[in-house]
């Protein structure tokens, strides 16, 4: 499909350089083809990704960047080819928009390792243009990357599962964090982090929430239903929790020691990884070789699972903890997300506050 062809008008907010500020934004994207869906935006998550993508923390952005890949809205049209879903539909958009379709991992339903991957923003689509994402009025999406929203669950504090959520659901179930009565800690109670001790307590599992903040003691024991607290920067607490876990997900994206971490296992556990650092981590090799311990690494999930965990978010009434803005505070949204000051995820109302200059 020709570039040319992108002719639906369409309104957002883009970054332009690396001070990462957000302006309001015209663009297009394309026509909507056999199997496409067209979306109306009406909520997108605020996640940790987009603001280390606006400010090019990473190295590989590419400006203008409309960031955001927690999408929830309502299907406007649908290509000849599209069979899944109708106009007026409640669904859901993550962190991808396309693959090969064709190579050994998509046909495992792994769409989101495939070497040719398409993010939903700052990536290169199909027909050669540039992906941009939810912070925008409607969005055009291959109906294989278009997810259905339980009729239970709320659009706004849905969408943060479509990147949180499965970026913590998919590595549980990968690693086998899923037995009742096996010991799980979450290292850092973030976006991600808060919806990690949900799935936690729904598996059934024990849940240690680890975090260098006292003051998140309440919320994370009376608020979230985490099971016991550990304030990693006290030597004494974590002499006393060592060998006492059978797995723990980190979801910090700020560099950090993992030997404690590494010393909170019990032998065989399981330390897997899911923030992203813009720095590499050191990794000490003595306590994975005395424990036979294992380090792990994980990226959201495929389209498959992606929709299992929609599904079991709707059986257990899981959705995320959020704040919802409006598009104009994004700014001052992403310099509280810096200092960590939300609890838990910021959720942009696009449908009633972005307004066409």
Not at 132 to 138: L, N, T
Not at 179 to 188: Q, R, S
Not at 273 to 284: F, I, R, S
Request: hydrophobic letters at 40%.
């Amino acid at each position: 499909m020709a570039g040319t062809e992108n002719s639906q008008k369409s309104f957002g907010w883009a970054a332009t350089d690396t001070s990462g500020l957000l302006f309001p934004f015209h663009f297009s994207r394309r026509e909507n083809g056999s199997d496409d869906v067209t979306i109306k935006i009406l909520y997108c998550g605020v996640c940790h990704s987009d603001l280390h993508s606006v400010k090019n923390e990473w190295g590989f952005t590419n400006y203008p960047i409309v960031p955001g890949h927690e999408i929830v809205g309502l299907v406007t049209k649908t290509g000849s080819d599209v069979k899944k879903f109708k106009v007026g539909d409640r669904v859901g958009v993550g962190v991808i928009v396309g693959s090969c379709k064709t190579c050994d991992i998509c046909q495992q339903d792994l769409e989101n390792y495939c070497p040719k991957v398409i993010f939903t923003y700052n990536s290169k689509d199909q027909d050669g243009t540039k992906t941009y994402g939810g912070y925008s009025d409607i969005i055009v999406v291959d109906q294989r990357f278009v997810l259905r929203i339980p009729d239970n669950l709320s659009s706004g504090a849905c969408a943060p599962l479509l990147c949180a959520g499965i970026t913590v659901y998919s590595p549980m179930k990968y690693y086998g964090m899923t037995e009742p009565g096996k010991h799980l800690g979450v290292a850092g109670l973030g976006g991600l982090g808060h919806v990690a001790v949900k799935f936690g307590k729904a598996f059934g599992l024990k849940v240690t929430v680890i975090s260098t903040s006292p003051k998140k003691e309440s919320e994370a024991i009376n608020r979230l239903g985490a099971d016991s607290f550990l304030v990693s920067s006290d030597p004494a607490q974590l002499k006393a929790a060592m060998g006492t876990m059978d797995f723990i997900i980190d979801t910090i994206a700020a560099v950090h020691p993992l030997a404690p971490l590494l010393g909170l296992l019990k032998m065989n556990g399981k330390l897997v990884t899911v923030g992203l650092p813009d720095k590499p981590l050191e990794l000490p090799i003595f306590p994975l070789v005395l424990g036979r311990k294992l380090v792990g690494g994980s990226d959201i999930g495929g389209m498959k699972e992606t929709q299992e965990m929609l599904d079991f978010c709707g059986k257990h009434n899981i959705i995320a903890d959020i704040e919802m803005i409006r598009i104009d505070y994004i700014n001052t949204a992403f310099e509280r997300l810096a200092k960590s000051d939300v609890r838990y995820r910021f959720v942009i109302d696009v449908a009633n506050t972005l307004a066409s200059n």
